[in-house]
């Protein structure tokens, strides 16, 4: 099982930028995949999560952020828009596996059950 996310890079204020996560090893039909961020000294966060019959965004990307899948490619994209500072991190695809292809709580990263290695995106003011 793999998730690689790739996409990133500078972007001005106000910008936008699509990442990708390239999944294998598992098809998105019963999973859900979900994208966290960490910027420096700063904690963890949940940004969005797809699954079959779900979307959530953490309400700092509410309206700026889109998330969307390509099962055919077994493909996974984050469309950011409006980029503000704070938005700067590093950015990571992850898969619940264990959740019937459900989202299950993913904000706290806890029922993840796989990690990608993240895409640094910083938004220069």
């Known amino acids: 099982v793999q998730l690689q996310a790739f996409g990133g890079g500078l972007v001005p204020l106000g910008g936008s930028l699509r990442l990708s996560c390239a999944v294998s090893g598992f098809t998105l039909d019963d999973v859900a995949i979900a994208w966290f961020r960490q910027a420096p000294g700063k904690e963890r966060e949940g940004v969005s999560c797809v699954a079959n019959s779900e979307t959530y965004y953490a309400d700092s990307v509410k309206g700026r952020f889109a998330i969307s899948r390509d099962k055919a490619k077994n493909m996974v994209y984050l469309q950011m828009s409006g980029l503000k500072p704070e938005d700067t991190a590093v950015y990571y695809c992850?898969?619940?596996?264990?959740?019937?292809?459900?989202?299950?709580?993913?904000?706290?990263?806890?029922?993840?059950?796989?990690w990608g290695q993240g895409t640094e995106v910083t938004v220069s003011s």
């Open positions: 992850a898969a619940l596996t264990s959740w019937g292809g459900y989202c299950a709580r993913y904000q706290s990263g806890r029922t993840v059950n796989y």
